[in-house]
C-alpha cells in the first residue's frame, strides 16, 4: 500500500480511546480540556484509558483531569464532568516493557476499532508502535501522532520507515493543529465558495503574498523543547506550510480525504526548494539567558522566507513567511497584495496614486476577513484606502478549539485534516537547504517585529504590512 493511500480503512468510529502520555504536559494543557469539551456536547461514546509510567490511582487521574479542565478556564458542569471520568481508567507501565501492551490489551478486549494516541517524545514512537503491533493491538483501528515528524528530511523518512513496519500509512493519524484550526476551514470555504474571490485569486491579479504568524510571547518556559528545534522546525516547516497549501492549492476534485490531500501536495510538489539567499533569521535579545537554552546557541526565535511556486496559478507570485517570538503581537494571517492599477484617466484632480487592493484572512487571535479597498470618501479632498472587515465569530463565541476538533476527528475515523507522510516529505524538501545552509542569525529586540535584514527580504514588494489587529 502506497504512503498517499489511505482511503482503505473504511471510517469505523472508535471502540476505545487509549492515551499513551496522559501525564505530560500537552494532556495537561490540551487533551483533558479538549474531551470534557466533547463530553459536554455529546460526541464521546467509547471508554477512554491513558497508559504512562507514574503510578496514578483513579482518583489521581480524576484529579488530574479536574485541575487540567479549571486551568483552561472551563467551569466544570459536574453531571459532564462524572459522565467524562466514568469513562476513564489508568494503566501504569513502562513503554518498554511487554507486559504494558499485555495489560492494554487486556483492558480493551477484543475490540476491532481502537485509537490509539502518543502524546509522548517522539523518541517513544517506535518503542510504542512496535509493543502495540506485537501485542497485536492495532488490529482496523488507529495511530495518532504527535509532531515532530522528523527534524529533516532525511528522519522524516526514517521516522515513517520505523512507523510503517508496525502499522500501514492508513492507520497513521499525523496531528499538525492548525488543521484543526476554524480559520483553516474559513479560508478554504471563503476561497471556494465565492465566485467574486476565486478569479482573482492567482498571478493574473495578485503581486505577492505575505504569510504572518507573529507571537507576542517567548519560550520562557520551554528552552529545553525550544533550542535544538527553532522556528522553522517548530512552526514553519508544519503550521505555516499547511496554511500556504490551504491558501494556494487548486480546489479539491471532491471531499474525500484523498483527494483533499492530493491537491495539498499537488500545490507543495511546485514549491521551488527555498534558498537560503531569501532567508532571515533572528533571535530575541535575552533567549541566550533561558533555562535549557544552550551557550552560544545560534537557534533562531524569528524566520523571514520567500518561497516561489512555479505552477500557472503562481508563476511570478513570491510568497512570503515571517514568524517569529517576542514580537509586539500575537497574530497569525494570510495577506494577498493585488496588482496596482494603471494610470487613473479620470478627470478628476486627485493627487495620491491609489494603493494596491489586499485580502487579510486572519487566523489568530480570532478569525475573520478584511478588504483594504481605494474609495473616495465624500468628505474628504482625496481618495483613501478604506477596509472593510468582518469578524468571523461573535465577541465570546466559543467555537471548538483544535485539539476538540482532531481528537473528534480520529475518534470518527475521518482522516482529512490529519498529514500524510508524502506531504510530510515534500515540506521537508521544500525546507531542506535552509536547514543545510542556515544564514547567520540576527539579533533583535523583544516587542520588534524583528531584525531589519527581513525588511530587505521583501523591499522590492512594498515591504511587510502591518498585521490586521484590532
Ligand atoms: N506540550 C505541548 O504543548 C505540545 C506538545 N506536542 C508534542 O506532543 C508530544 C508530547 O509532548 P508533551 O506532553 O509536552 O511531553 P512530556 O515530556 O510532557 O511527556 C509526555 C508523556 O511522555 C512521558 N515521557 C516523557 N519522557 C519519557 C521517557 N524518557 N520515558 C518514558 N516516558 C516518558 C511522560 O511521562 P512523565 O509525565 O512521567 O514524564 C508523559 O506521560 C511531543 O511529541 C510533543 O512534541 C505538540 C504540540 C504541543
Ligand atoms: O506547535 C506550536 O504552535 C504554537 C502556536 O500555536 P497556536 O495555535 O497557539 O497559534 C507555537 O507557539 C509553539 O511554539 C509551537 O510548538
Redesign the pocket.
Known amino acids: 500500500m502506497s504512503v498517499t493511500d489511505s482511503t482503505s480503512v473504511a471510517a469505523k468510529p472508535a471502540e476505545v480511546f487509549v492515551i499513551?502520555?496522559?501525564?505530560?504536559?500537552?494532556?495537561?494543557?490540551?487533551t483533558f480540556h479538549s474531551l470534557y469539551r466533547l463530553e459536554a456536547r455529546g460526541l464521546l461514546d467509547c471508554p477512554i484509558i491513558g497508559?504512562?509510567?507514574?503510578k496514578w490511582s483513579q482518583d489521581d487521574l480524576h484529579e488530574h483531569a479536574r485541575v487540567a479542565i479549571l486551568s483552561g478556564g472551563e467551569k466544570i458542569d459536574d453531571e459532564v464532568f462524572d459522565r467524562l471520568t466514568g469513562r476513564m481508567s489508568y494503566i501504569p507501565g513502562?513503554?518498554?516493557d511487554a507486559d504494558t501492551y499485555r495489560r492494554v490489551g487486556a483492558a480493551i478486549g477484543d475490540v476491532a476499532t481502537p485509537v490509539f494516541y502518543?502524546?509522548?517524545?517522539?523518541?517513544?514512537?517506535g518503542t510504542v508502535i512496535k509493543g502495540l503491533a506485537d501485542a497485536g493491538l492495532v488490529r482496523g483501528g488507529r495511530v495518532v501522532?504527535?509532531?515532530?515528524f522528523g527534524h529533516d528530511l532525511a528522519s522524516a523518512k526514517e521516522l515513517a520507515d520505523e512507523l510503517h513496519r508496525s502499522v500501514p500509512e492508513p492507520q497513521l493519524f499525523r496531528?499538525d493543529?492548525f488543521l484543526g484550526k476554524l480559520g483553516s476551514d474559513e479560508l478554504q470555504y471563503l476561497r471556494f465558495a465565492n465566485t467574486i474571490l476565486e478569479p482573482i485569486w492567482n498571478r493574473s491579479f495578485v503581486e505577492s503574498v505575505q504569510l504572518t504568524m507573529a507571537e507576542s510571547f517567548g519560550v520562557e518556559d520551554?528552552g529545553h523543547?525550544y533550542d535544538p528545534v527553532g522556528a522553522l522546525r517548530d512552526v514553519v516547516v508544519n503550521h505555516l506550510m499547511q496554511l500556504l497549501s490551504i491558501g494556494a492549492m487548486e480546489a479539491p476534485a471532491g471531499p474525500d480525504p484523498d483527494t483533499v490531500k492530493n491537491a495539498q501536495v499537488a500545490l507543495w510538489k511546485a514549491v521551488a526548494t527555498a534558498d537560503p539567499a531569501h532567508y532571515v533569521r533572528g533571535q530575541y535579545d535575552g533567549y541566550q539567558q533561558i533555562a535549557g537554552v544552550a551557550a552560544g546557541s545560534t537557534t533562531e526565535t524569528y524566520a523571514a522566507l520567500r518561497l516561489d511556486i512555479d505552477n500557472w496559478r503562481w508563476s511570478g507570485v513570491p510568497f512570503f513567511i515571517r514568524t517569529g517570538k517576542c514580537l509586539p503581537l500575537t497574530q497569525t494571517e494570510l495577506r494577498l497584495v493585488f496588482r496596482r492599477p494603471p494610470r487613473l484617466g479620470t478627470q478628476l484632480p486627485f493627487h495620491r496614486a491609489p494603493e494596491a487592493n489586499q485580502i487579510v484572512i486572519r487566523l489568530d487571535p480570532s478569525t475573520g476577513v478584511r478588504f483594504r479597498l481605494e474609495a473616495r470618501p465624500a468628505d474628504a479632498p482625496d481618495p483613501d484606502t478604506i477596509t472593510l472587515d468582518r469578524e468571523f465569530a461573535k465577541e465570546g463565541a466559543s467555537a471548538p478549539a483544535p485539539y476538540e476538533v482532531l481528537l473528534h476527528a480520529a475518534l470518527v475515523g475521518d482522516s482529512t485534516r490529519f498529514t500524510r507522510q508524502d506531504g510530510v516529505e515534500e515540506t521537508w524538501r521544500i525546507m531542506q537547504p535552509l536547514l543545510d545552509a542556515p544564514s547567520p542569525v540576527q539579533p533583535y529586540a523583544k516587542g520588534s517585529m524583528g531584525p531589519a535584514a527581513a525588511d530587505q527580504l521583501i523591499a522590492e514588494f512594498g515591504g511587510w504590512h502591518k498585521p490586521w489587529s484590532n
Do not use: C, N, T, Y
Open positions: 499513551f502520555g496522559i501525564s505530560g504536559d500537552l494532556a495537561k494543557v490540551m497508559v504512562a509510567v507514574d513502562d513503554f518498554g502518543l502524546e509522548i517524545p517522539p523518541f517513544l514512537f501522532v504527535e509532531k515532530p496531528i493543529h520551554r523543547f
